[in-house]
């Protein structure tokens, strides 16, 4: 009689276990009932029954769920012996063959009932007892003794009403398949012949044999040769020896590549390969001998992990181990060190189809910084190209390069602390050179960066002054936005959100007063960039020395400026603005009167495109001469200290792309 908190010792099973827990936990049972009484063709026979009700299923059609799972073997009974031992908590009846005496509580977890019928030897007659798995404080309730009604000994067990039939899939085939991976190691023990095992539908429709999963004319599972598949972990003196044996499953539908931690044969836990090694993702795929790709399988890679520390440190419920996932302080060795390791011998089992693939993923991130990202070129020296996502995209290519480079320039930060901490001067020589040339190479990496960047701006820009396919130009927003954002003042943009580099290189640290907003905060006239019909000023630091730099911007093709009718003369606009600056009228974003003095000069630029109609209004009415490349005018208004250029689109291009070209010839853009 025993006295157990049943339902607190269901309730109390950890995660790791499945539906597939039980099954497996019964069928092992079945196969040391067996080895015990050693019968001729031991036989273990696992029986699907289905629900009577029909449900359909997106992949399978129309089949019933599972509604209870029988398991029956040929072996030899539930004796006194082995009736009490299931009858007691933590039995150590089965201590010998890795028994932990509580494996029969999984199947309440996942089932509403267990019951067993068995045939055993009394002496010299067969017994037959039957009972059922209690729920409450006895584990075994409603026992019969009677004569026995067979002439061999054996077992049937039945779990009744799965429950969460949703998670123990409907197809035959692949319940076979999950029995089969988590048993393959009876299969595969040397020097040892496991019986025979078969999963059958109820009504008697279907028959697999698990055994011939592993025959030589239907192998859906076959051995990789390994040369050697030994690896050991010292810990505090002792060494501790693990061996792997690795499986191709075939056709592995949604399945992929997986390390199996196995304990006394069975397998306890699986974790992707991928995990460790990006190109196990995938599945992998086998020619016909003959080289025919039509009738090639997909398959994927199982390793199994064998080992006395894996038997001795299985938990309770086979759905874990006592050691840590990581870094393990107590046992000194983790589930991932074991999983690296055997994940490493894989590849190397395998290595054909893991360097193609490896290659391929190579020639993937050297193409995308080549083409798309060459300031990364000095940080992919140094990266291990090993950790990036098999077939990967460019925004993870990216992203890995970014982290690459933050954790470089983070050594170098701790190196450079490191190196100012020490007060020797000696040590101070002896580092600092391959200090400076690391920093210089990161530095390098910025400002390939924001070259190529450049190009990007440059093609952009050329693109906006082309004609659109409705044959008019774009709106001169574009062109001003590739510039400089509109709707932004001092305090809001900063020099690397702008690109006034493409009209001239000093501009890059100039500080504008105003874009698109009223100055004053709105009681004078606002530079109205949006249409560029008003100029935007620019200047340095505040000083009366620093000279003031306007722009005024037209759309490409306009030219009724210059009409005498018109009020948008821009070489006027300019003249007045400076003119309103030097009386004091706009002050700084910061409420501080602009200063500028007698000798102030100011740079007046109006771009836009030089029609006939604009030329001659330059010449006979304006007073400007021509620049030698024909591409520009210019005149000089001495009583205002203001010189000002007139500058086609296609000049402000053709001087950006020249000042330019040799950072783009050296980048190889």
């Given at each position: 009689?025993?006295?157990?908190?049943?339902?607190r010792?269901?309730?109390?099973?950890?995660?790791?276990?499945?539906v597939?827990?039980?099954?497996?936990?019964?069928v092992?049972?079945?196969?040391?009932?067996?080895?015990?009484?050693?019968?001729?063709g031991?036989?273990?026979m696992?029986?699907?029954?289905?629900?009577?009700?029909?449900?359909?299923?997106?992949?399978?059609?129309?089949?019933?769920a599972v509604?209870?799972?029988?398991v029956?073997d040929?072996?030899?009974?539930f004796?006194?012996?082995?009736?009490n031992?299931?009858?007691?908590?933590?039995t150590?009846n089965?201590?010998?063959?890795?028994?932990?005496?509580?494996?029969?509580?999984?199947?309440?977890?996942?089932?509403?009932?267990?019951?067993?019928?068995?045939?055993?030897s009394?002496g010299s007659?067969?017994?037959?007892?039957?009972?059922?798995?209690?729920?409450?404080?006895?584990?075994?309730?409603?026992?019969?003794?009677?004569?026995?009604?067979?002439?061999?000994?054996?077992?049937?067990v039945?779990?009744?009403?799965?429950?969460?039939?949703d998670?123990?899939?409907?197809?035959?085939?692949?319940?076979?398949?999950?029995?089969v991976?988590?048993l393959l190691?009876?299969?595969i023990?040397?020097?040892y012949?496991?019986?025979?095992?078969?999963?059958?539908?109820?009504?008697?429709?279907?028959?697999?044999?698990?055994?011939?999963?592993?025959?030589?004319?239907?192998?859906?599972?076959?051995?990789?040769?390994?040369?050697d598949?030994?690896?050991?972990?010292?810990?505090?003196?002792?060494?501790?020896?693990?061996?792997?044996?690795?499986?191709?499953?075939?056709s592995?539908?949604?399945?992929?590549?997986?390390?199996?931690?196995?304990?006394?044969?069975?397998?306890?836990?699986?974790?992707?390969?991928?995990?460790?090694?990006?190109?196990?993702?995938?599945?992998?795929?086998?020619?016909?001998?003959?080289?025919?790709?039509?009738?090639?399988?997909?398959?994927?890679?199982?390793?199994?992990?064998?080992?006395?520390?894996?038997?001795?440190?299985?938990?309770?419920?086979?759905?874990?181990?006592?050691?840590?996932?990581?870094?393990?302080?107590?046992?000194?060795?983790?589930?991932?060190?074991?999983?690296?390791?055997?994940?490493e011998?894989t590849?190397?089992?395998?290595?054909?189809?893991?360097?193609?693939?490896?290659?391929?993923?190579?020639?993937?991130?050297?193409?995308?910084?080549?083409?798309?990202?060459?300031w990364?070129?000095?940080?992919?020296?140094?990266?291990?190209?090993n950790?990036?996502?098999y077939?990967p995209?460019?925004?993870?290519?990216?992203?890995?390069?970014?982290?690459?480079?933050?954790?470089?320039?983070?050594?170098?930060?701790?190196?450079v602390?490191?190196?100012?901490?020490?007060?020797?001067?000696?040590?101070?020589?002896?580092?600092?050179?391959d200090?400076?040339?690391?920093?210089?190479e990161?530095?390098?990496?910025?400002?390939v960066?924001y070259v190529?960047?450049?190009?990007?701006?440059?093609?952009?820009?050329?693109?906006?002054?082309?004609?659109?396919?409705?044959?008019?130009?774009?709106?001169?927003?574009?062109?001003?936005?590739?510039?400089?954002?509109?709707?932004?003042?001092?305090?809001?943009?900063e020099?690397k959100?702008?690109?006034?580099?493409?009209?001239?290189?000093?501009?890059?640290?100039?500080?504008?007063?105003?874009?698109?907003?009223?100055?004053?905060?709105?009681?004078?006239?606002?530079?109205?960039?949006?249409?560029?019909?008003?100029?935007?000023?620019y200047?340095?630091?505040?000083?009366?020395?620093?000279?003031?730099?306007?722009?005024?911007?037209?759309?490409?093709?306009?030219?009724?400026?210059v009409?005498?009718s018109?009020?948008?003369?821009?070489?006027?606009q300019?003249?007045?603005?400076?003119?309103?600056?030097k009386?004091g009228?706009?002050?700084?974003?910061?409420?501080?009167?602009?200063l500028?003095a007698?000798?102030?000069?100011?740079?007046?630029?109006?771009?836009?495109d030089?029609?006939?109609?604009?030329?001659?209004?330059?010449?006979?009415?304006?007073?400007?001469?021509?620049?030698?490349?024909?591409?520009g005018?210019?005149?000089?208004?001495d009583?205002?200290?203001?010189?000002?250029?007139v500058?086609?689109?296609?000049?402000?291009?053709?001087?950006?792309?020249?000042?330019?070209?040799?950072?783009?010839?050296?980048?190889?853009?």
């Open positions: 009689m025993s006295n157990v908190n049943i339902k010792a269901v309730e109390n099973i950890k995660t790791g276990t499945t597939y827990t039980p099954v497996v936990e019964l092992v049972n079945a196969i040391q009932a067996i080895e015990d009484g050693k019968p001729e031991g036989l273990v696992v029986t699907v029954k289905r629900s009577p009700q029909m449900e359909m299923d997106d992949e399978d059609g129309a089949i019933p509604d209870s799972i029988y029956e040929n072996g030899v009974g004796n006194d012996v082995n009736r031992a299931f009858d007691t908590l933590y150590d089965k201590i010998s063959q890795g028994g932990k005496g509580f494996g029969r509580f999984t199947c309440l977890k996942y089932f509403d009932s267990v019951t067993i019928d068995s045939t055993f009394n007659s067969l017994k037959r007892r039957q009972f059922e798995m209690g729920k409450d404080t006895e584990i075994i309730v409603n026992e019969r003794i009677s004569e026995a009604t067979q002439s061999t000994t054996g077992t049937k039945c779990l009744g009403s799965v429950r969460h039939a998670r123990l899939n409907k197809r035959l085939l692949t319940i076979a398949k999950g029995i991976e988590k190691p009876y299969f023990a040397e020097n012949v496991c019986p025979r095992i078969t999963l059958v539908e109820g009504d008697g429709s279907a028959e697999i044999v698990l055994n011939d999963y592993l025959g030589e004319k239907t192998a859906v599972i076959k051995e990789v040769p390994v040369q598949g030994s690896f050991s972990f010292d810990v505090n003196g002792r060494e501790h020896t693990f061996h792997v044996r690795i499986f191709k499953f075939f592995p539908r949604n399945t992929k590549s997986k390390i199996s931690l196995v304990a006394h044969n069975r397998e306890v836990t699986e974790n992707p390969t991928h995990s460790y090694i990006p190109e196990f993702v995938e599945d992998f795929y086998e020619h016909r001998p003959d080289e025919s790709a039509d009738e090639g399988r997909n398959y994927v890679i199982k390793t199994y992990v064998f080992g006395d520390y894996l038997n001795d440190h299985v938990s309770l419920e086979r759905g874990g181990f006592e050691f840590q996932k990581e870094s393990d302080a107590l046992y000194g060795i983790s589930q991932s060190q074991i999983e690296k390791v055997a994940a011998l590849r190397d089992a395998i290595a054909s189809e893991v360097t193609s693939r490896q290659e391929k993923k190579v020639a993937q991130i050297t193409s995308y910084v080549e083409k798309e990202a060459p990364h070129k000095d940080i992919l020296k140094k990266t291990d190209l950790s990036f996502p077939n995209s460019s925004e993870q290519i990216e992203a890995r390069l970014q982290e690459e480079k933050f954790k470089d320039e983070a050594r170098i930060r701790r190196e602390s490191r190196i100012l901490s020490d007060g020797s001067v000696e040590n101070f020589e002896k580092s600092i050179s200090i400076v040339e690391r920093i210089s990161t530095s390098k990496n910025d400002l960066h190529a960047l450049r190009k990007n701006v440059l093609d952009l820009f050329e693109k906006s002054l082309q004609l659109t396919a409705s044959n008019e130009y774009k709106d001169e927003g574009v062109l001003h936005d590739i510039i400089f954002p509109r709707k932004k003042d001092s305090e809001s943009l020099y959100e702008h690109n006034l580099w493409l009209l001239d290189e000093r501009l890059n640290f100039t500080r504008y007063l105003s874009s698109d907003i009223p100055l004053n905060k709105g009681r004078s006239e606002r530079p109205d960039i949006i249409v560029y019909d008003q100029p935007v000023a200047r340095g630091d505040n000083e009366a020395s620093n000279p003031v730099t306007i722009f005024e911007f037209k759309k490409p093709q306009r030219d009724d400026f009409n005498p018109s009020k948008e003369d821009p070489v006027q300019i003249i007045r603005y400076v003119n309103n600056i009386d009228k706009y002050k700084t974003p910061e409420g501080r009167n602009i500028v007698e000798n102030t000069p100011f740079y007046g630029y109006v771009v836009c030089l029609t006939e109609k604009v030329k001659k209004w330059l010449a006979r009415e304006k007073d400007f001469k021509v620049m030698p490349d024909g591409l005018w210019f005149n000089w208004h009583n205002i200290n203001l010189y000002i250029e500058l086609s689109w296609d000049k402000v291009l053709k001087d950006a792309g020249l000042r330019n070209r040799v950072f783009f010839y050296k980048l190889g853009l």
